[in-house]
């Protein structure tokens, strides 16, 4: 079955980074397009960032644009979130998932979800 593992959140100062990596488990992620999403508490789940399977398209949200930046390791089946100049706003659980085909950025059409990683960022 296919599988996504987020890992890498955890606690940060305002101005802070971490990065999130997303470990996929079958070779098929290889093609897919990868997507980060958050979700704050008692607000819906936005999009982040997503990157094609070649790589050479990303898009963002205009609320991290020049903050965050996504890659992936096609060779290991990882997808990667850098996050920079954190603010509080950015604390939310954050999920990684993939999109059979384009780059969307509705999360209705992506396949397969990781379980999240939470990340809160304080003032």
């Known amino acids: 079955q296919e599988q996504l593992v987020e890992s890498g959140g955890g606690l940060a100062q305002a101005g802070g980074s971490l990065r999130l990596s997303c470990a996929a488990s079958k070779r098929t992620f290889s093609t897919y397009t990868m997507g980060w999403f958050r979700q704050a508490p008692g607000k819906e789940r936005e999009f982040v960032a997503a990157?094609?399977?070649?790589?050479?398209?990303?898009v963002y949200a205009d609320s991290v644009k020049g903050r965050f930046t996504i890659d992936r390791n096609i060779a290991d089946n990882t997808v990667y979130l850098q996050m920079n100049s954190l603010k509080p706003e950015d604390t939310a659980v954050y999920y990684c998932?993939?999109?059979?085909?384009?780059?969307?950025?509705?999360?209705?059409?992506?396949?397969?979800w990781g379980q999240g990683t939470q990340v809160t960022v304080f003032s």
């Open positions: 998932a993939a999109a059979g085909r384009g780059l969307p950025t509705n999360p209705n059409e992506y396949n397969y």
């Open positions: 990157i094609t399977w070649s790589g050479h398209n990303t």
